[in-house]
C-alpha cells in the first residue's frame, strides 16, 4: 500500500487526539517524545515549491483540490487537535516534495499557541535539495528563526562523501540530523544503516555512528522545555578528537584567531559553492602532523571553499595583518595552483577584496604564510580558496589556518620534499616572483610585493585547547542536543508518524 500526498480528514484528527493524549507531557513520563505528524508530505503532484503547494499543506480541503480525490487534513488542521488536549510536546513539521523543500516553510507554518514547533527535512543525494547552496539559501534561514532538523539523511550506495559533508555543514551550522534508515537492505534498495540486526553498521552508518561518538563527554546544558528547545553549551573538551569538532574562535594566545583546527572553528561557517562530494572538512586522509583532520578538497572551476565570519567583519587588519596555513597536494609536484581571495558580504552577495595570491601546491606539507595588512581594506567577512585553472585539478589538503597579530610566530613545518617550486602572484604586483628551495625546513612567506623562502620558526603553534559553541538565538536544536536525546536510551526522542 502506497503513500498517500496528505494526511486524510476522516481519520488522521482521530488517530492525533489518541496519540497526544497519550505522549501529552503534563503528568506523564513522555515530555521529551517529539510527534510528526505526517512523514513526508508531497502535495500538489509533488511539487518542491509553489503557492498552491504550500496552500494545501497547511490548509487541506479545498486547498488541495482537483488533484487530490480525497479529503485532506492540512497541517494546521493537526496541530490545533494536538494542542487541543493540552499535548504541550514538540511538534515537527516536514515540508513539501517528501519533505525535501523548506522554500515557504516560515511563511505557511501552523499558527501554533505554544510555538513550539520544528521544521524538518530530508535530505539525500538524489534530492533537488542536496547542494551547499540549497542548504545556505533554503535551509539556513528557516533555523535563523525556528529549530531545524534534518530527519533523514542517506546514501543508497552506503558511501559516506555525501553524508558527511552534509554532516559538517550541519555541524558548522548547529543543525540536528538524523540518518536513515534501521534496516538491513543492500543498499542498492535503500541507503542502510546497519548490515545485520546485531547493529553491524555499514559504511554509511559507520559514518554516523562514528559522528555521535564524538560527542561522547560533552556536557550539555537543559536542551528541552515544554515551551521552547533551548541550544546546548559545550563544556567539556572531550569532543575535540572527534570529527568536525567545533574549536573556540577566541584567540588562543598572542592575537591569533583559528579558522580552522581540527575542524571549522566556531568564529566561522562554511559558506563553500561546491559540489559536496568533492570537498570534506573533516578529512583524515593527509592530515598536518599534530591535528587530527584536514580539509580535502578537489578543486572545479567555478567553485570554491568559502569561509565566512559568524560576525561581520572578524578579519580587521587592526589586529590582524598575517594569515597562515598549510597544504598539500595528493598529485605531488606538479605546478598546481590555489587562488587566495579575501571576501566582503554586502548582504546578498560576496565580493573579493583586497589582492589575489596564487599558492602553489607540491607534494609534501608546506607552510604558507601571507602579509595582508597593505591591501587596502580594514575588515573582511571571510575567504575564497578557489582553483585557478580549468582544467582537472588533483586533490588538495589544507589544515591549521589561523590569523595571527603582528610578530606573532605560529609553527614550524618540516618538508620531505628535497626541492620544490614557490610561486605567488598579486592582483595588483608589477611582477610574478618565483624562486625555488632545497631546506628541508621551509616557510613560504607572501607578501603583495614580494616572496621570500626562508628557514621556517621552530616555535610550536598555540592551539585551541577548549571547546565552547557561538552564540545561539533563545530557540533551536543544536545538532548536540539532538544526538544526546537520539542516542540516550532511557529518553525517547521520536517518533509517532503517520502516513
Request: with cysteine.
Amino acid at each position: 500500500m502506497g503513500q498517500e500526498p496528505m494526511p486524510n480528514q476522516d481519520h488522521t484528527p482521530d488517530f492525533w487526539t489518541s496519540v497526544a493524549n497519550m505522549f501529552k507531557t503534563a503528568g506523564n513520563a513522555y515530555s521529551n517524545v517529539i510527534l510528526d505528524p505526517f512523514n513526508e508530505p508531497f502535495p500538489e503532484n509533488n511539487v518542491w515549491d509553489s503557492t498552491q503547494g504550500w496552500l494545501c499543506w497547511r490548509d487541506g480541503g479545498n486547498a488541495c483540490r482537483p488533484w487530490l480525490w480525497y479529503t485532506a487534513a492540512g497541517m494546521q488542521s493537526l496541530v490545533t487537535t494536538i494542542r487541543n488536549t493540552g499535548a504541550t510536546n514538540i511538534i515537527l513539521l516536514g515540508g513539501l516534495s517528501y519533505s525535501n523543500s523548506l522554500k515557504q516553510w516560515v511563511a505557511y507554518k501552523p499558527v501554533d499557541p505554544l510555538n513550539n514547533l520544528v521544521a524538518a527535512v530530508h535530505i539525500y543525494p538524489d534530492t533537488i535539495c542536496s547542494n551547499v547552496n540549497c542548504y545556505d539559501t533554503v535551509i539556513k534561514p528557516v533555523a535563523a528563526q525556528y529549530p531545524v532538523l534534518i530527519s533523514e539523511i542517506g546514501q543508497k550506495d552506503c558511501g559516506t562523501n555525501f553524508v558527511n559533508a552534509l554532516m559538517d555543514w550541519c555541524d558548522t551550522n548547529a543543525i540536528g540530523y538524523m540518518g536513515w534508515t534501521w534496516n538491513t537492505w543492500d543498499c542498492g534498495g535503500g541507503p542502510s544503516l546497519i548490515s545485520n540486526y546485531d547493529g553491524t553498521p555499514t559504511n554509511f552508518g559507520s559514518a554516523l555512528k562514528t559522528r555521535f561518538a564524538s560527542f561522547a563527554g560533552a556536557t550539555l546544558s537543559t536542551v528541552v522545555t515544554s515551551t521552547s528547545i533551548a541550544y546546548a553549551t559545550i563544556s567539556s573538551s572531550a569532543a575535540s578528537s572527534g570529527p568536525s569538532s567545533a574549536t573556540t574562535g577566541a584567540p588562543p594566545s598572542g592575537g591569533s584567531l583559528y579558522v580552522y583546527h581540527d575542524g571549522l572553528t566556531s568564529s566561522f561557517q562554511d559558506w563553500s559553492f561546491a559540489d559536496p562530494s568533492s570537498y570534506s572538512l573533516s578529512s583524515t586522509t593527509m592530515v598536518f602532523p599534530g591535528t587530527t583532520m584536514s580539509i580535502s578538497w578537489t578543486p572545479n572551476n567555478w567553485e570554491a571553499l568559502s569561509f565566512q565570519c559568524r560576525t561581520g567583519g572578524c578579519i580587521d587588519t587592526r589586529t590582524y595583518t598575517r594569515i597562515e596555513f598549510y597544504i598539500v597536494g595528493a598529485g605531488g609536484s606538479s605546478g598546481q595552483q590555489i587562488v587566495f581571495n579575501f571576501i566582503r558580504y554586502d548582504g546578498s552577495n560576496s565580493h573579493m577584496i583586497g589582492q589575489q595570491m596564487n599558492v602553489p601546491v607540491s607534494g609534501s606539507w608546506q607552510k604558507v604564510s601571507f602579509d595582508f595588512s597593505s591591501w587596502g581594506f580594514t575588515t573582511a567577512d571571510g575567504m575564497w580558496i578557489k582553483a585557478n585553472s580549468a582544467n582537472p585539478q588533483q586533490a588538495v589538503y589544507i589544515d591549521e589556518i589561523v590569523l595571527t597579530a603582528p610578530n606573532t610566530a605560529t609553527g614550524s613545518l618540516t618538508t620531505s620534499s628535497p626541492a620544490a617550486s614557490v610561486a605567488s602572484s598579486s592582483a595588483n604586483a608589477a611582477a610574478t616572483f618565483t624562486t625555488s628551495m632545497s631546506s628541508t625546513n621551509t616557510t613560504i612567506m607572501m607578501s603583495s610585493s614580494s616572496t621570500s623562502v626562508r628557514p621556517a620558526s621552530t616555535t610550536t603553534a598555540s592551539t585551541p585547547s577548549s571547546i565552547s559553541s557561538a552564540p545561539r538565538p533563545s530557540i533551536g536544536f543544536s545538532q548536540l542536543s539532538l544526538f544526546m536525546l537520539y542516542s540516550t536510551t532511557s529518553i525517547c526522542m521520536l517518533l509517532a508518524i503517520s502516513s
